[in-house]
């Protein structure tokens, strides 16, 4: 069985049971309200949000679209009871067809509503504040905002950095050097690091590209690996970028593709500052990345390449991680050594049954090695140079044979205890026959629901070499005796599917946000994602209880739960997204009655108290 010890104060409040409404809904004694939508002012001087009267100037400076990771970060010096902090939120795709009333399909929009939709893509920063003495929080309409900023993917300039920065595959006519890029696509999660920037994972940016098959013969092999349509030329599911800026289509710029798929790293407390993409991390479907400082003080980066049967990664930087010296740690990201994880199994292959069963010693657990990529500045790949293992680094990987795994999301060290934890979303995918069958660390077949694997570096220290892991969690209907929630009580837990991401509040309970809630009604409809907290130690372990849910049609994003525990923060991207929905013939009127908009809301208790204990 799985660990029981001493651990944090169990979670108090009563679990909001699984539900399909058009609403946040939150415990009984909780409050929750919307603090920014799409089309909100971020910089001063934005025009009012108006669906009918939409513009690329008035989107550049407005909230963009379907919020995802999310961050506050304290503003007045104070880490616990802050009046004023800074909100930062990723804003990963967008839904035509909710964003523009009249939509008929991509091909009828025009380049200016093209460009809005690129627009709306990037990120957000602004200032918000603390309603009264509560946990609270609303957006700073007024004043100057110095720090709010808009970085859209249309006209933000980013930097590259690292080894292949300024190499070949990144130049592109419009930039002969391969270090200025336009734009970031398709940001999913991210973290914030200890010297106070934000990282952001570029995730499915393949999405937004046509023209593969026009590509050099010798661009395919990779442009395949990533999804990058290379047998139909102008796919008519694309989003026809192409219509407004040639950049997208790859028959004409084939580089334009290796030029996101970055970890990208901004200061919010520089507005003016340009925002970077870091190579030495790699390119991949970056879900996000997270900062842990090693022993010998080197900052190490977790992340996960969101696809089914893709792999675990981890960065090591070669300078160390120095407090209070933030122009030196804002370079940190620039070099280092980058490693993927290859896991090795406790119990014979012969009791992995592919259903879940656990096998005969109680536990899916075992070892595991990180392999290296590029160690020293040496590729460690045969046949790759560095800038090639480092723009290709799917390609890179599969050559070393590490685990593929069910979608690696997330990857949140604890605060607490410095375990690592990893969610890993789904795989229906998996099954004998097919890219890999279940194995100890991806334990279920046809994988509907996902897991939650813990990862201990060796001596707990994150620039280790090796590590072991265990599954504390194998998600779905707990009345399934196929599910395990670390050997507590499955009567008392919540039904959870399709962990993505993860967070820790201060006293070390897991927080966890769902995408794609696979569970069903009695009825076979569709059932709302939410967020669930868990505590992770403890007689309490596994007793995973959810918090809250969002609208109809909507993805749970973010969370954050705030330094002082008063506040959560949950990010609810594309509410009302279901097959057929419009702007005029929403699926959710979520927030305001009348059509959808994706938003970021904040769930606090009006008696003052710490959300969930
Ligand atoms: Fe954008 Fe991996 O979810
Ligand atoms: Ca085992
Ligand atoms: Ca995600
Ligand atoms: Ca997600």
Redesign the pocket.
């Known amino acids: 069985g799985w660990r029981h010890g001493h651990g944090p104060r169990p979670l108090t409040f009563t679990s909001v049971p699984p539900n399909r409404a058009d609403a946040i809904t939150v415990p009984d004694g909780y409050a929750q309200r919307v603090v920014i939508r799409w089309g909100d002012p971020v910089l001063p001087g934005a025009p009012a949000f108006d669906v009918h009267n939409q513009t690329v100037a008035s989107q550049e400076r407005q909230f963009g679209y379907n919020n ?1 990771f999310v961050a506050v970060l304290p503003l007045d010096g104070h880490k616990e009871h802050c009046r004023s902090a800074l909100l930062v939120a990723n804003h ?1 795709y967008t839904n035509e067809e909710l964003i523009f009333p009249g939509f008929t399909g991509h091909d009828a929009l025009t380049v200016e509503q093209l460009k809005i939709a690129i627009s709306a893509h990037g990120l957000s920063i602004v200032e918000i504040e603390r309603i009264g003495h509560s946990g609270a929080w609303r957006l700073v309409t007024h004043g100057r905002r110095p720090y709010n900023r808009r970085i859209s993917a249309l006209t933000t300039k980013f930097a590259v950095t690292g080894p292949a920065a300024g190499t070949a595959s990144l130049k592109t006519a419009a930039d002969p050097t391969g270090r200025k890029v336009i734009g970031t696509l ?1 940001n ?2 991210g973290g914030v690091t200890p010297w106070g920037t934000i990282l952001s994972g570029e ?2 940016y393949n999405q937004y590209f046509v023209g593969a098959d026009g590509a050099p013969a010798e661009a395919k092999e990779s442009l395949a690996r990533y999804g990058f349509a290379t047998t139909t030329r102008y796919p008519s599911g694309s989003r026809k970028w192409d219509r407004a800026d040639a950049r997208f289509d790859l028959a004409v710029n084939p580089n334009e593709a290796n030029r996101f798929g970055w970890i990208v790293e901004i200061d919010p407390t520089d507005p003016d500052s340009t925002p970077r993409k870091h190579t030495a991390l790699g390119r991949f479907k970056h ?1 996000a990345a997270t900062i842990e400082i090693a022993k010998d003080g080197r900052a190490v980066a977790y992340m996960g390449d ?1 696809e089914r049967f893709d792999y675990l990664y981890k960065f090591v930087s070669h300078k160390k991680y120095r407090p209070g010296q933030r122009k030196h740690n804002l370079t940190l990201l620039e070099s280092g050594d980058l490693f993927v994880a290859k896991l090795s199994y406790s119990s014979p292959e012969s009791e992995i049954d592919g259903t879940g069963t656990l096998p005969s010693d109680g536990a899916f657990n075992g070892g595991g090695v990180w392999l290296p990529l590029v160690k020293d500045g040496v590729s460690k790949v045969p046949g790759m140079t560095v800038e090639q293992v480092l723009v290709h680094t799917r390609l890179a990987a599969d050559k070393i044979g590490p685990t593929k795994m069910d ?1 690696p ?1 997330d990857v949140q060290p604890s605060p607490v205890t410095g375990r690592v934890y990893v969610a890993l ?1 789904n795989n229906t995918a998996r099954a004998p026959g097919a890219k890999a069958s279940a194995d100890e660390a991806n334990p279920r077949n046809n994988n509907k629901h996902g897991h939650i694997l813990e990862l201990i570096e060796t001596h707990n220290d994150a620039a280790a070499l090796t590590f072991t892991w265990s599954i504390p969690i194998v998600c779905g209907d707990p009345a399934d005796p196929k599910t395990y929630f670390a050997g507590f009580d499955k009567t008392k837990v919540s039904p959870i599917s399709c962990p ?1 991401n993860l967070a820790f509040d201060p006293s070390g309970n897991l927080w966890i946000s769902t ?1 794609g809630n696979a569970l069903r009604t009695p009825e076979g409809l569709s059932l709302n994602d939410g967020i669930f907290a868990t505590p992770l130690s403890g007689p309490e372990a596994g007793h995973v209880k959810q918090f809250l849910s969002v609208p109809y049609g909507a993805e749970a994003c973010g969370p954050v739960v705030t330094e002082d525990g008063r506040s959560v923060f949950v990010a609810v991207q594309h509410p009302g997204e279901i097959a057929g929905a419009t702007v005029e013939n929403p699926a959710s009127r979520w927030p305001d009655g009348d059509f959808a908009r994706p938003a970021v809301a904040v769930a606090w208790r009006p008696d003052g108290r710490p959300a969930g204990v």
Do not use: F, K, S
Request: hydrophobic share 5%; glycine share 0%; charged share 65%.
């Open positions: 995802d990963e398709n999913c999660a995730e499915n879900e969101d979608r999301e979303t993505d995408d």
